[in-house]
Nanobody, 115 residues
Framework: VQLVESGGGLVQPGGSLRLSCAASGFTFSSYDMRWYRQAPGKERELVAA????????TYADSVKGRFTISRDNARNTVYLQMNSLKLEDTAVYYCYAVRAFNSYWGQGTQVTVSS
């Protein structure tokens, strides 16, 4: 099983990034997917979630209206489009797959928002 995040980097405030998480080794289309983030010295927090069929999405209040989660089950990939980035969005972003009692984490990708 692998979850491989990509798309992180350094961006100025107000900029955009698109994170991708490519899944393999399990039935991606059966799993709900989530993006979490962890900033230095802080606990890991849920950023966004999407159901297996994309019928339902949820967002942390701090990112509502700025971030969009989506998935492509044909490509076994989940995305996080991040717009209007703020300094406080700086963190390591992780994707997470969950179904019943099974769950998997990616290794994370660094997002740094700085001027």
């Amino acid at each position: 099983v692998q979850l491989v995040e990509s798309g992180g980097g350094l961006v100025q405030p107000g900029g955009s990034l698109r994170l991708s998480c490519a899944a393999s080794g399990f039935t991606f289309s059966s799993y709900d997917m989530r993006w979490y983030r962890q900033a230095p010295g802080k606990e890991r927090e849920l950023v966004a979630a999407i159901s297996s069929s994309s019928s339902s999405t949820t967002y942390a209040d701090s990112v509502k209206g700025r971030f969009t989660i989506s998935r492509d089950n044909a490509r076994n990939t989940v995305y996080l489009q991040m717009n209007s980035l703020k300094l406080e969005d700086t963190a390591v972003y992780y994707c997470y797959a969950v179904r019943a009692f099974n769950s998997y984490w990616g290794q994370g990708t660094q997002v740094t928002v700085s001027s």
